[in-house]
């Protein structure tokens, strides 16, 4: 094996996940089911070689793991080859040219330059690919010192870079780069449903430049798939509270509860709770409810509870990220003033920010004092926060129906 086969092994992942999404989405969304492909392939093809190797007994190696892989292709095919149709034309390249050949030029150029970096940050040598190592050894992920490391941290990204060693691919780093690629096809493909081609490509750029998002494509951390999952989860109940298309919404809650398969941060359960604004009287006083979460929200700060950890990840997150915060807040004034309707994404950010002070707040229960020690790994975790931010404005740019 060598790194051509381990590269055309990682990318296969594509085929069972373009399968699977024509499945969920329908036959008729081909270029978007092809966009976020990779995601969905890495996704079920991790959890079913963990689901073998460690309720069924069967030892990891390229034999099992690639016939989980042709099983999970071969069935997922069976469900679609009789009524798949593909377009004749799968995206009209012509127009927009240069932003289309920017969004796709940046991310495969990180792809590529992946190839010559090896696995070097701390956290993925002593675990995340350590964990890869010893499985590549072994076999099993029930031995002793698996289980001394394993912790709290599911075995997602551990389980692609065994993939990518037993396949003969030297380093796993390309990974991480087809991750910044599934965002960025799965933002483009559902804004397209709202936005022109043009304003589309725009925001999709803006949200893979967003701070620490585009750097992490070279780290080998959990951080960035577990945004991108969470993103393109969020993504898709917006669409479907939207369309009112049942598959956007089994796919949005999919992808938010595949979140958990990566790392056991709460954030998700944000994407669950906005299923509600679908409900006529809850989406009625969507407004009202921004409102309330906001002052909820800036109150916490006072309480003499809570005030040194908000007080905290002001400076180390918010102030980190400034000036995002700032255009939200100009955003949310705007939008009162023109007494706009879409609130999606303003609940869904002051969700996050929820969650976020009150996850800080029980962690330093258990651990006092802790998190002032990890400012770098909270700026990691919330990469993700500003992308609501973009989107949020970029709902200036709806027509006065969806707005």
Known sequence: MNNITGTIALLSLAIPGFFLNLIILGEKRANEAAAISWLTGSIVFTLSIYIINVFFGIKLNLASALSTL??????????????????KRWINFKSNLPLKLVLVAVPLLMFITAFFYPVADWD???????????LLNEGFLVNKIIEMIYGGYPMYTSLLHFWVYVTGLWTPMPIYPLFTISLAGGIFFVLRKFYPTR??????LAVIFAPRLFANSFIPYTNLPYSVLLITGVL????????????????????????????????????????FLAIPVVKKYSKVLSIAAAIILVSIYFIPEFHTIANYLK????????PYWLVFSGVFIYKLIKKQKDWFWALAYIGYALVLLIGTYIFNKSMPGYYKAIPDALQRMTMFINIPIILFAATLFLNKKNS
Do not use: C, H, Q
């Open 199 to 204: 304003i589309s490509l725009l925001i999709s």
């Open 236 to 275: 898709y109940i917006y669409l479907w509270i939207k369309s009112k298309n049942v598959p956007d919404l089994i796919f949005g809650l999919l992808l938010s509860a595949a979140t958990f398969w990566v790392r056991d941060f709460p954030f998700a359960l944000v994407n669950f709770a906005l299923v």
């Open 315 to 322: 400076y180390t997150v918010y102030e980190y990220y400034s």
């Open 70 to 87: 042709v099983a999970i292709t071969g069935i997922s095919f069976m469900f679609v080859k009789r009524n798949l149709a593909l377009p």
């Open 124 to 134: 993925a040598v002593t675990l995340f690919d350590f964990r890869a190592r010893i």
